[in-house]
C-alpha cells in the first residue's frame, strides 16, 4: 500500500519551499507515495503548495497578534477548532507520518499527530528554535536542523545535522548567467547586485537601494531588486519615469535561479533558506538581518556565516547609514568576493531534501 505522509507549515516561503523541497524528495524516492499538505488559511502555503502540484487543506489558525491583544480573543477557539480539523484530516487521510516545517499550521496538526500516537519529524530552517518547535520537539521522533549546536533547544538524541531542503531548481546555475540577464533585459559584463528581502520583501533594504539608485547608476552597477509585494506597487508610482535603466524592479521572483546565475554578488535579509540556497550557489552575500522576527534569529543564521568568514553582516539598525557604502567597496573589492565565494560555497548542504525523505520513510517502517 503507498505510504502517506502529511506535511504541514507555512505562512513564508521560509517555511513552504522547505516543505515542497522534502515533497519532491520523497517523490523521486518513491513515486507512488500520497502528500497530503495542511496549511493556514488566506496564507501564502494556500497559493504556493498548489502551484508546486500538491493538494493543500487550510486549518483556520492565526498566530497572536502582539500590536491588538483584542485580536487574540478568539484564539483558543481557533486552535481548539484546529485541533479537531487536524484530528478529521489524519484520520480520513490514513497518515503514516506528520512533517512540520514551523509556522502556524504545524503546530496544531503535530499536536494531533503526537496524541494520536504517529511518528512526527520536524525540520528547523533557524539555527535558534521558536517555541513551537521547541514545544513539538519533546515528542518528534526526529528532528532534522541546519545548524550545529541545536540541542540547545531539542533533545540530542533526536537530532539529524542536514541543513535546509532547498528547491534544486532554485539553485542549478551553471552556465545560466547570460539566460538570467536576458530574463531581466540586463547586460553582460557589468556588476550585476541581487537584492532580495526574503519572501516578503524588507522595508529597510527597499529604503537603502532607493537611497542608493544614483550611486548604483554612477558605478554602473545593474541591479535586481526584489522589494516584496507589499511594497511594490508603492515604489513603482514613486519610482514612475525615474527608475535607471539598470536597475529592475520586481515584486517576487518566480526563477531564483536566473537571479543568482545573474547576480555577482548579493544583499540580502538572512532568512534560512535564502541563505541555504546562497550557499548552494556560492555568490558573495551582504547580509542584513531581519529585527522583526522571533528571538532575533535570523542575526544568529547570519552570525554563523559570519563566524566562517562566509559573509558580511550590516545591522538593520546601521543599514541606511552603511549598506550603500558596503555594496559599493564590495563591488570594488575582488579579492574579497572572492573569499566570501569560497567560505560560503564550503557551508553548502545541497542533499538535505533527500536526507530528511529517507529519514520520514524510516520513520514509517
Ligand atoms: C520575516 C520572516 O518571518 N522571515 C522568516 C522566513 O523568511 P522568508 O520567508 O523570507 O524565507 P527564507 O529567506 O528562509 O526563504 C525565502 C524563500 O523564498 C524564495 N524566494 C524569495 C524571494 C523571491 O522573490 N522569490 C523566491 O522564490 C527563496 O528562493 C527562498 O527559498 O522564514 C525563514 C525560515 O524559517 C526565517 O529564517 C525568516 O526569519
Known amino acids: 500500500m503507498a505510504h ?3 506535511i504541514s507549515g507555512g505562512g513564508t516561503g521560509g517555511h513552504i519551499f522547505p516543505a515542497i523541497a522534502i515533497a519532491n524528495a520523497l517523490k523521486r524516492l518513491q513515486p507512488d507515495v500520497e502528500i497530503l499538505f495542511v496549511g493556514a488559511n488566506g496564507r ?23 500590536k491588538s491583544l483584542v485580536k487574540n480573543l478568539g484564539l483558543p477557539f481557533k486552535m481548539l477548532d484546529s485541533l479537531l480539523k487536524a484530528r478529521r484530516l489524519i ?11 514551523g509556522g502556524y499550521a504545524s503546530g496544531p496538526l503535530l499536536m494531533m499527530a503526537n496524541a494520536l500516537g504517529l511518528p512526527t519529524l520536524i525540520q528547523e530552517q533557524n539555527s535558534y528554535a521558536g517555541v513551537t518547535n521547541k514545544r513539538l520537539g519533546r515528542k518528534a ?13 531539542f533533545p540530542a538524541q533526536k ?17 545560466r548567467e547570460r539566460e538570467g540577464l536576458a530574463s531581466f533585459g540586463l547586460q553582460e559584463g557589468k556588476k550585476t547586485l541581487l537584492v532580495t528581502g526574503g519572501s516578503l520583501g524588507a522595508k529597510t533594504l527597499n ?12 558605478q554602473d552597477i545593474q541591479v535586481i531588486w526584489q522589494c516584496g509585494s507589499y511594497y511594490y506597487e508603492a515604489l513603482k508610482n514613486t519610482l514612475v519615469d525615474r527608475l535607471p535603466a539598470n536597475v529592475v524592479l520586481l515584486p517576487f521572483l518566480q526563477r531564483m535561479d536566473y537571479a543568482y546565475a545573474a547576480a555577482d554578488f548579493v544583499v540580502s535579509r538572512a532568512g534560512a533558506g535564502t541563505i541555504s540556497e546562497l550557499c548552494a550557489v556560492g555568490k558573495p552575500v551582504i547580509l542584513v538581518p531581519s ?3 522571533a528571538e532575533d534569529h535570523q542575526t544568529k543564521n547570519a552570525k554563523a556565516l559570519v563566524s566562517k568568514d562566509a559573509a558580511i553582516l550590516v545591522s538593520d539598525i546601521s543599514a541606511r547609514t552603511n549598506l550603500v557604502d558596503t555594496i559599493i567597496s564590495l563591488a570594488n573589492d575582488e579579492a574579497k568576493c572572492f573569499e566570501l565565494s569560497e567560505q560560503i560555497s564550503k557551508l553548502a548542504m545541497l542533499d538535505a531534501d ?9 520513520l514509517i517502517r
Open 159 to 175: 537530532i539529524l545535522l542536514t541543513g535546509n531542503p532547498i528547491r534544486r531548481s532554485s539553485v542549478q546555475i551553471e552556465g
Open 291 to 293: 529585527p522583526n522576527v
Open 44 to 66: 501564502m502555503e494556500m497559493e504556493r503548495v498548489p502551484a508546486a502540484g500538491y493538494e493543500i487543506v487550510g486549518l483556520d489558525i492565526q498566530g497572536i497578534d502582539r
Open 207 to 218: 529604503d537603502c537601494v532607493l537611497a542608493g539608485l544614483d550611486s548604483f547608476v554612477e
Open 141 to 153: 521522533s526526529k528532528i532534522c536542523v541546519a545548524y550545529e549546536g541545536m540541542d540547545k533547544f
Open 4 to 6: 502517506k505522509v502529511i
Open 354 to 362: 533527500e536526507t530528511i525523505a529517507k529519514e520520514v520513510l524510516k
Open 91 to 101: 484520520k480520513s487521510f490514513k497518515a503514516d507520518v506528520a512533517v512540520g516545517v
